[in-house]
């Protein structure tokens, strides 16, 4: 598409675009809230109904798992029922794995704790894949600011999220539901709220109108140059895989390693206050890389997030028995997954051609997350074996696969 296409009679492409990512971002900001406030709990839940620390691991997993699983099937129903079916699908899936989560608990049945997980990551799924519709109608020179308003979003319901975790335990507790279960309340509520914002307020689809407006260049007497450049673009998702290897594995052991650094009252304040900072150093500075991406280039930012990842991981290293460190060592893990996410999804969807963009951006995610899934299992193995330190070692792996990978790429210019 070019920066400025003709638009059809009636739309204004630049108020439509505003008001997508308006509509986008709030959506994201319930959607936060609802995976935020149950991502924490993830994997004590799974501690506690496996009764085995080493299968914690197994929640992360699960979620991203799901994720992973219907991060294409969601991506072939946008390209054909446009973005708005795609993310109220996911809304409905999580609202039934928020249900089966809950049973679980209640039941103490592990395999249905994990059922309920995976499909709450399909829910996340659709999270994710938001973040790629902000980009349907964006011009070049702010795709990158466009996509990285409606990541920031999800700062709001993150950072909000994990902190209801002690009054959902209140909450929970006097109503009768299963232990750790009551923040579960609020992400019922909040996917609720998400899907009536898609289904009834994001209009027209973004994916939808800009199909129509490739078809009208196409016919017309001068047809903008679609280029492909799938180097580009497979960098693009090994950058964004890695990272979020990295990013998972260690986020998902840290509530388990804080169970034992901590006193056994004050778990659940330490673990969803870290968890908090955490989700805003993954979203809170987005527009910041959005518009350095777009200022100096994508693959110099993914770089910049790889640095912030090996300053997570040496901090977590080092200062491995201080929660203090702990918490300084997921903000920095979150901040280098924000630059990397930001700027190689932004790099994805320009080198690709918008009849492929659905299907790359689907198969991104799907890559991303059953990366992350399997990071997530070796996680808790590792961390039985060797420690959090030890984990946190072992996670320089794939930081140092992006390096090398931006190296045979290093002539590109984007």
Known sequence: MPDTPAAPAGVDLVTTQRRTVRVLAAGQVLS????????SLGALLAADLSGEESLSGFATA???LGAALTAIPLARLASRRGRRRALTTGNVAALTGIALVVTAAGARSFPLLLAGIALIGAGNAATLHSRFAATDLATTARRGRDLATVVWATTVGGVVGPLLLAPGELLGASIGMPRLTGAYLFSLLAQAGAFALYALVLRPDPLLLAQRLARDETSAATPT??????????FAVLAVASSHVTMAAVMAMTPVHLSHIVAPDAVTLAVGTTIALHVFGMYGLSPVFGVLADRVGRIAVILLGQLLLAGALVTAAVFTDAQAGVLVALVLLGL?????????SALLTEATPLASRPRRQGRSDTIMTASAAVGSVLAGVILGEFGYAGLALWAFV???????????VRATRV
Do not use: K, Q
């Open 32 to 39: 936060g809230v609802a995976f935020g406030s149950t991502l």
């Open 336 to 344: 280098g997954w924000s630059a990397a996410t930001v700027a190689g």
């Open 398 to 408: 794939p930081v140092a696969v992006v390096c090398l990978g931006a190296g045979a």
């Open 62 to 64: 699960a979620v991203t």
């Open 225 to 234: 140059v679609d280029v492909d450049r799938p180097e580009l673009a497979r």
